[in-house]
């Protein structure tokens, strides 16, 4: 894609603080001059009966046809007959891989330095099938469920980014030596692809083990994939090594190309509309969606922005002990920009 073709992009400004993050993602764009039109969608405040949810067809159709799109929290209202927001655009678009790179931001110390991991999360089976049911009275049960098909994509998307991004390993996390059926079928769904990628080292890695030596050592690790339940824990425990959820960036990838990137954390309505909120994790996330869309140079235009401002130092949000409000930090990394 060259750099000066508009492209339309679906941005969901989301609930509580989302809207403020959100404006701060667009002001920083227009300052890096990045060719995406936002095409914006709100949650409705009734529940439409074409998607059971407070989402709209439109906003669902407007992803699909763009493709691409960036979305802020969002506080899926209380209450019977709908179903979640989150839920319903992962089913509707059949959000199959959560990617989330995690990376030190230098000059906000963790224990360690210099963290550049990806976690790839199958998203649609597994434990989280939502099948589970009382057998008799003290005895439940709950399915898990491993497709072959579902493996196969999450694995192909593993090796692609690698590829695309220059990794050199993918690790497949699993505990196949107990779950011999659903994770066998899941690493051999993985040893598959493998093959079809020779210049990406792959390996295998026991759950347990694999958070033994991220905690130990992170930079054992490069790429990891792994079905739905591992990754929701490791995804969060990799977060922990570089600060947090209010840093991390997160892409979906769906069916047909969509890629959907969301920060990770909630609509904190604590801190909603008092000009506190940090845009670091949406403005990341925007920038993977950068990085799907090719336009590599201004992604790192942009990544590089937030992380000079937070190694600097002077312009801080509260969360990372700083004093600054979102608009004083957002305007510091457009001044580095
Ligand atoms: P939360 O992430 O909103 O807040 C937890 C704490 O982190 C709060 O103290 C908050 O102020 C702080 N925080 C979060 N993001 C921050 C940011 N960008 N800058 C500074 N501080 C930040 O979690 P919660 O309070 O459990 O959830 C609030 C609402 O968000 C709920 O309605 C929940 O359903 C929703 N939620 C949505 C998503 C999503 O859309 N992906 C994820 C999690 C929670």
Redesign the pocket.
């Given at each position: 894609l060259s750099t000066t073709t508009p492209i339309t992009a679906t941005l969901f400004p989301?609930d509580?603080?989302g809207p403020e993050?959100a404006d701060s993602v667009k002001q920083i764009f227009k300052t890096a001059q990045i060719p995406i039109e936002w095409e914006e969608h709100y949650v409705g405040t009734e529940v439409d009966p074409r998607t059971q949810s407070f989402l709209t067809w439109e906003s669902l159709e407007s992803v699909r046809r763009n493709k691409v799109g960036l979305k802020g929290?969002?506080?899926?209202p209380i209450g019977k007959g709908h179903r979640s927001l989150?839920l319903t655009l992962r089913k509707e678009l059949n959000l199959y891989a959560n990617v989330r790179p995690c990376f030190s931001l230098p000059g906000y110390k963790t224990r360690y330095d210099g963290v550049d991991l990806v976690t790839i999360r199958e998203n649609t089976e597994g434990e989280y099938s939502g099948l589970e049911h009382q057998v008799v009275r003290g005895v439940v049960e709950s399915i898990k469920i491993i497709t072959r098909q579902a493996s196969l994509r999450v694995a192909e998307h593993a090796f692609q980014y690698a590829k695309a991004h220059g990794r050199e390993r993918v690790s497949a996390i699993h505990k196949a030596n107990i779950m011999q059926k659903t994770d066998g079928l899941f690493l051999k769904c993985c040893r598959e692809v493998a093959e079809k990628y020779p210049e990406i080292k792959y390996e295998e890695v026991v759950i347990d083990n694999c958070c033994m030596m991220l905690v130990k050592n992170p930079a054992l690790f490069d790429v990891l994939v792994m079905p739905n339940l591992y990754g929701d824990i490791i995804s969060d425990l990799c977060a922990g090594l570089i600060g947090g959820?209010?840093l991390t960036p997160s892409c979906n990838i769906g069916e047909g190309g969509i890629a959907l990137a969301?920060?990770?954390?909630?609509?904190?309505?604590?801190?909603a509309g008092k000009n506190?909120?940090?845009?670091t994790?949406l403005l990341l996330s925007a920038v993977t969606m950068l990085r799907h869309l090719e336009l590599n140079e201004k992604a790192d235009q942009i990544q590089n922005a937030v992380m000079n401002t937070i190694a600097e130092g002077k312009y801080r949000?509260v969360?990372l002990g700083g004093k600054s409000s979102t608009s004083d930090f957002t305007q510091a990394i457009c001044d580095h920009l």
């Open positions: 989301g509580g603080i993050i929290p969002m506080a899926t989150n959820l209010g969301e920060a990770v954390h909630g609509s904190a309505p604590d801190i506190m909120a940090n845009p994790a949000t969360d």
